[in-house]
């Protein structure tokens, strides 16, 4: 699907007209009231924007009294030059955000992508707070995601008619470029979640360790000012990375830990350096602590937090921003095997700290706190990672928010921020000094599960920040509810990797 910024007032070629419509506020309603009784009064929709033709045809339509222009109620008209016309009502003008925004286009998406080739959206009704360029940023954003399929290994495939669209803006030429430019970084962010979301939805039979880093590889290829290094066993075993290795053991392939460095070409000692740290388990069955059937389905899933972080990295790189970037995945599936780590082992992790590992389905925590130290080493101003770390951060969130972990709340608060810019849900929770107590262990310094099957969450980022280094800014991203399945947002797959909170990342890497 193509999409376009269009300066010109007339598009008689497109099948379809996209226009807009507010319902009338409250306040409108009571004025409109005490001065007169007239019921018609009440059909007073708020249109000022479209051509007299589709006023009259509009003014027809309504005449039923049904049509009110709440958000969601659409209305399809036919044009005298026989174009059609859908007026996409949004609702209360006063509650008009870009998540509303987002979300009408992607129900109007899904009622046109089979029937017309192509379609012109008129901006001028669809401006929040009269911002063009954000405006234009959620309404292809939410295209892309929502156009979004994952079908390449079904025989018969649904193609979508829609091949074009038009964003016709009654803007000044002089604002192109910057308009041009919200579109572009808009296409930019669509693009990296569809490359996220493809790659965890990927079965893990096809995606494993070995081709998931050498399918990076081959895409980082193409981003500009980017270096790679990818450590496998023989580099790990020379980094003493003895919790990471551990949850290899049972595999049949071998550990990844993909090393990205993004260097913008005018950096100088002012440039921020953030580095991204992801979980990368191509499949998660709990190793000897076997997940029961039910629970492992969809484990191909747990490498959503390494799939946000690269995406995230790729955008930033394509937007080529001044901030130095080092991504970092820790790629491996939690295989049993004869050769996996057996509960009650004791492991020691690069950082010389001994871990009793308890339960190996908390694997998670062990290759991040093997990465995260090693991203330590670099001394970034920031270190954020992003984790499908527990189920429990689902009981306590739901499976809609974010959870966010911090020893730092400047760093906290930028990243709330973000999430607030980018209409993402996050949540800050707690690291305290009593987890951080049920983390050790009495054979070990410490153990990777709680003594409590309380605040599993909370815990695991307690766990994870005994391999930061001091003084090193971190949070930590419990993304296991996001990354799913996020059925009630309309831009998101129903079934499938959402690709949530990279639009807060790339935000965050934006303002740094
Ligand atoms: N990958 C899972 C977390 C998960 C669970 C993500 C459900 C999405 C849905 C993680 O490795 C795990 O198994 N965590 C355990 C930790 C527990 C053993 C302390 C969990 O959440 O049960
Ligand atoms: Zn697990
Ligand atoms: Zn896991």
Known sequence: MKIQLSFESKHSSTELHIFSCFNKTKEEKSAKKSKEKDSKAEKVLSHAHW??????????????????????????????????????????KNKFTKEVLRRQIANTYKAISNKFEDATIHLDGFLVKGHAEDSIAAMVESLYMTSYTF?????????????????????????????????HHAETIGQCIKVARDFVNEAPNILNSENYAKEIEKDAKNLKHVKLKILGKAEMKKERMGMFLSVNAGSAFEPRLVHLTYTPAKATAKTKHIALVGKGLTFDTGGYSLKPGPSMMNMKFDMAGSATMYAAFRAAVLMQLPVKISCYLGITDNAVSSLATMPDSIVTARN???????????????????????????????????????????????????????????????????????DEYMWQLPIIDEHKNDMKAIVADLKNIGGSGNGGSAKGAAFIENFIEPGIAWA?????????SQGHLPYCPAKGASGIVIRTLVDYLKNV
């Open 51 to 92: 051509p007299a033709e589709l006023t009259e045809a509009f003014t027809h339509a309504v005449a039923s009294k049904h049509y009110k222009g709440d958000a969601g109620e659409n209305i399809a008209l036919t044009l005298v030059n026989g174009a059609a016309a859908l007026i996409v009502g949004l609702g209360d």
């Open 151 to 183: 079908d390449r290994h079904l025989s018969t495939k649904k193609k979508s008619k829609l091949a074009q669209i038009i964003i016709a803006t009654g803007e000044k030429k002089s604002a192109a470029k910057k308009l041009e430019t919200a579109l």
């Open 352 to 422: 010389g700290k001994t871990v009793e590992i308890l339960n190996t389905d908390a694997e998670g925590r062990l290759v991040l706190g093997d990465v995260v130290n090693y991203a330590c080493d670099a001394k970034p101003d920031a270190l954020i990672d992003a984790a499908t770390l527990t189920g429990a951060i689902l009981v306590a969130l739901g499976s809609e928010v974010c959870g966010l972990f911090s020893n730092n709340q400047k760093l906290a608060d930028s990243l709330l921020a973000s999430a607030k810019n980018a």
């Open 476 to 484: 930590h991203l419990d993304i296991a509810g996001v990354g799913d």
